[in-house]
Structures are given as structure tokens and as C-alpha cells.
């Protein structure tokens, strides 16, 4: 089997594939271009896009050249993929500005050092925008059939549920096929890389490159990565795990991979890190704790560098100490006028996000779990007040794990 796709297997990455034999064959006589598609439907990626910007760098690191698509004019109409409802239509300059977004964050991810294992960065907006409807009916639509089209996952889904399908979005599996086809034709990009859930899609650009050109083109898919509690790969109680430190600080994304369940930790080093498969052998009886701070540090290094990693670590260490001051934590500020004599130990905790619920908050208080500059909160109706922010801050507790900097402004 060619190395490329045996790593791919080892690791995790592999679901399905079209004509593997034929395509293993071909990866050991020659490197190839391989391309995977991004909507831009918001202004970051989460983690739950993470193992496709891992299968690029798998791309780089066995000689191949990655296309990264930029799906600015397919996130103009919206994948039914997985959704029980149409998207919601976002307007040009949002899109744009996206776009831009996320191309800047897998630029953090990929090598340009390399000439032949660059990332070519392409927008499928510059070659949907000025389509002939005729003609692309045409040349293009003639080539799908309603019966298959039917067929595919995407669309049953909906039409089982007796959920709308809008007629843009149907569209959608045609529009992924041209981009095959013209990434084939352009650059001469020979393998389309998903999720699973974009298996039809492929098949369809597959199938028109050989219908219109003849030439032979595959498809690859990856696993739909669940966590051990079976919840989605990419959200928390808190919301999306972003690759933006706009939206999530590199402190708190480094949190998340520590918090990695036990049964999920080895799994997550050989699918989000660059260790080897031998290196992760070697430790993988190591204690548990070290495992998940070196998973943290390694994620952590790959997207916000090795200063931010090693920081974020030191933070978490003086943090998770009962005498720390808690000067380096993440932090939200308040103002000063919110400080009322009915604002308390429930609203400050309520504010910083850190719970939703104060009947759970109170449940905290009734445990000594909550603490404000480590002392521990017994009274429920505890005031907040301007006493209590040594040099315009204080920091809160929650349990062993949770702990915040909220500043005066």
C-alpha cells in the first residue's frame, strides 16, 4: 500500500475511498495535487474542521500538493449536508470577510517553504459567479440525473423528514461536482478529500470528470470524528472550540485538549498532532495527565505557536495552585456601575460565563466550590463589591478546573 494512504489508514483518517487499489498504485508513481473545500458560512473554523486541515498537512508531508477551496461562492447558496434546514443566506461582505478569515487561519497550518508541496489557495467564487445558466445546463446538467440525485444522503435525509429542500440548495451537489471538474481541468487535481458526509458530493465530481473529460479522478473520506461521550467533535457547554483567538484564546484552547477524555486521548494524538505513530507507541503508557498536557502543548504549538503553548501550560499550572493570583488567567472585564448592592455572588458568576445556571451555582456555593480570591464562598447573597478587586481585578473559582480574572473598566 503507498505510504501516503497507509498513514492515513493508521492514524485514523480513513472512511471510504474510490477506486483505492487503482489510486494507491498511482500515488506511488507520482505526486499529485489534492484538494478539500471550506464553506465560509462563519469568520473562523472550529476544531470540528481540524482532521481535514490535518489531512493537508498529511498531504505536504508525503510530497503531495495540497488545494485548499475557499468556498465563496458555494457558501452563497448553502450544503444541505447534515442540516435539517436551509442555511442562513449571509451577505456579500460577510462572506468576504470570512473568506479571508479562514483562509488566514489554515495559512497558520500549512507550509510554503516547499515550491511543490505549496498550498494553492483558491476561491470557487471567481469561476461560479459569471456561469452562462444555458450553457452550465448545457454542458453540465445534462450529465445528473434527478433518480441519483435523489439518492444521496444529503437530500434523502431531508425528504424522509418531510423537511423543505429549498431548489438552491439542491443545486449544491452539482455546483462541488464542477468545482471538481475545474480544479481538474486547471490545475490538474486528481483526488477530492472529505468528511464522510460529503461522500455523494465527491462521487458526483468523480463521475463528471470522467463523463465530460475522461480522465480519472478520486475521492477520500474521513471518519465523523465523535468524542468518547459521543458528543460532536468541536462543541462544549460553552459553544465552538474556534481556531480564532479572537473567539477563543490560545489559554483556552489549550484547556480544551487538557480536558480530553481519558478514553480519547491516544486517538486524538494520532489524529491531531504530527507526533509519529512510533513516537506515540513509545509513550502511550505513559500517565495519563501527560499524555493530555502534551496533547494540549501539541495542538496548541500547531495553531498559536510554541510561546503561546508553553504559556498557556505555565498559566494552567500556577492557575490550578490554591495561592496563585491569578494575574496571568483569561479574563472579562465589568463595569463599574454594574457593581449595585443587588448584584451578586450569582449574577458575577452568571456574567462571566464561567455556568449558566445559578440554581447550579448554588449547588456550587453548598460545596465550597466557589471562590472568590481563593477564599471560599458560603453565602449565596453574597454582595459584590468594589472592596473586593485588588488592583481592579479579582479572581473567581469554580471547583479544581475553572478560574477567571474579572477586571473593572
Not at 478514553?263 to 499524555?291: A, H, Q
Amino acid at each position: 500500500m503507498n505510504k501516503f494512504l497507509k498513514e492515513f489508514k493508521d492514524r485514523g483518517f480513513f472512511y471510504q475511498c474510490t477506486n483505492e487499489k487503482e489510486l494507491s498504485d498511482l500515488l506511488n508513481q507520482k505526486k499529485i495535487k489534492a484538494y478539500i473545500g471550506f464553506d465560509c458560512t462563519a469568520e473562523s473554523l472550529h476544531v470540528g474542521s481540524l482532521l481535514q486541515i490535518m489531512c493537508l498537512r498529511l498531504l505536504q508531508k508525503h510530497g503531495h500538493q495540497p488545494i485548499v477551496l475557499l468556498g465563496g461562492g458555494t457558501t452563497r447558496i448553502g450544503d444541505p449536508s447534515g442540516k435539517d434546514k436551509t442555511r442562513k443566506i449571509l451577505d456579500e461582505n460577510e462572506i468576504e470577510k470570512n473568506t479571508k478569515n479562514i483562509e488566514n487561519i489554515l495559512k497558520n497550518y500549512l507550509s510554503s517553504n516547499d515550491k511543490n508541496t505549496k498550498p494553492i489557495f483558491v476561491n470557487n467564487y471567481s469561476w461560479l459567479k459569471d456561469l452562462n445558466y444555458i450553457s452550465f445546463l448545457r454542458n453540465i446538467g445534462k450529465h445528473f440525473t434527478i433518480n441519483k440525485m435523489l439518492t444521496f444522503e444529503s437530500v434523502k435525509t431531508r425528504l424522509d423528514r418531510e423537511q423543505s429542500l429549498s431548489y438552491m440548495e439542491f443545486n449544491y451537489m452539482i455546483l462541488q461536482a464542477y468545482d471538481f471538474l475545474e480544479l481538474n481541468q486547471k490545475e490538474n487535481c486528481i483526488l477530492q478529500i472529505g468528511g464522510s458526509d460529503q461522500w455523494g458530493n465527491i462521487v458526483n465530481g468523480v463521475d463528471l470528470i470522467k463523463r465530460f473529460s475522461n480522465n480519472q479522478a478520486y475521492g477520500l473520506t474521513t471518519p465523523l470524528i465523535t468524542l468518547a461521550s459521543g458528543a460532536k467533535m468541536g462543541k462544549t457547554e460553552n459553544g465552538a472550540v474556534w481556531l480564532d483567538k479572537k473567539f477563543l484564546s490560545p489559554y483556552d484552547y489549550w484547556q480544551f485538549w487538557r480536558n480530553t477524555d481519558d478514553r480519547d486521548v491516544l486517538k486524538f494524538l494520532n489524529i491531531f498532532t504530527d507526533l509519529t505513530i512510533e513516537e506515540i507507541n513509545k509513550i502511550k503508557d505513559n500517565d495519563i495527565n501527560e499524555l493530555k498536557i502534551l496533547l494540549a502543548n501539541k495542538t496548541t504549538e500547531m495553531l498559536h505557536g510554541e510561546n503561546e503553548a508553553r504559556n498557556s501550560e505555565k498559566i494552567a499550572k500556577e492557575t490550578f495552585s490554591e495561592n496563585s493570583s491569578g494575574l496571568n488567567l483569561p479574563s472579562v472585564k465589568i463595569k463599574k456601575d454594574q457593581l449595585n448592592e443587588n448584584f451578586n455572588i450569582l449574577d458575577l458568576v452568571i456574567f462571566s460565563k464561567l455556568e449558566k445556571s445559578k440554581s447550579e451555582v448554588r449547588r456550587l456555593i453548598k460545596n465550597n466550590g466557589v471562590k472568590i480570591n481563593n477564599e471560599i464562598i458560603i453565602d449565596e447573597k453574597k454582595i459584590i463589591s468594589i472592596e473586593l478587586f485588588n488592583d481592579n481585578f479579582l479572581k473567581l473559582s469554580l471547583g479544581k478546573k475553572r478560574h477567571i480574572k474579572i477586571e473593572l473598566n
